[in-house]
């Protein structure tokens, strides 16, 4: 095995010990509404409030997003994780949307009613590197639940995480 392949290896092995929430990425390109599972989103800013998110470049997601249009940040709850299985490969294009409880801004863009947490952006940069795109959204509106339960990833598996007692 070469250095760069055992590097790679030990960067998989690494990442699986990184426990992140599960967001579903939601956008409409081409006339057509598109959803992805990812755990690459990232606040960025406070000012102006901003969050970033990670896209391979073969996705259908980058396409719609190639094209500088606005996105949703779904925060998934620990209750979603079907959610998430179909915008992470089981399900494919507008398919996707039958699993869930998805309804649109007025601006036509998807987005899931009881998540724990929906984030409307603006795309308002990019930066490519290596296979993905780094989107940076600046927010234009949220809508926050009431409980704070959110699906974690880590090791390959889902987890939770109960709140912390006040």
Known sequence: MS???????????????????????????????????????????????????????????????DNGGDFVINVLGNDQQEVSAACGGKLKGEERFTVGNWTETTAGLPYLKDAQS?????????YEYGTHTIFIGKVKEIKNSDDVNPLLYVDGRYASVEAAEA
């Open 118 to 126: 929906v984030v409307v952006l603006e795309q308002d940069g990019r």
């Open 3 to 65: 250095n760069s392949e055992q590097l790679r290896n030990d960067m998989l092995q690494s990442m699986r010990r990184l426990a992140s929430s599960v967001s579903v990425v939601t956008a409409v390109g081409d006339n057509e509404k598109h959803a992805m599972a990812a755990t690459s989103v990232t606040s960025l800013s406070m000012d102006p409030p901003s969050l970033l998110v990670c896209v391979n470049k073969s996705t259908g997601m980058h396409q719609a997003l």
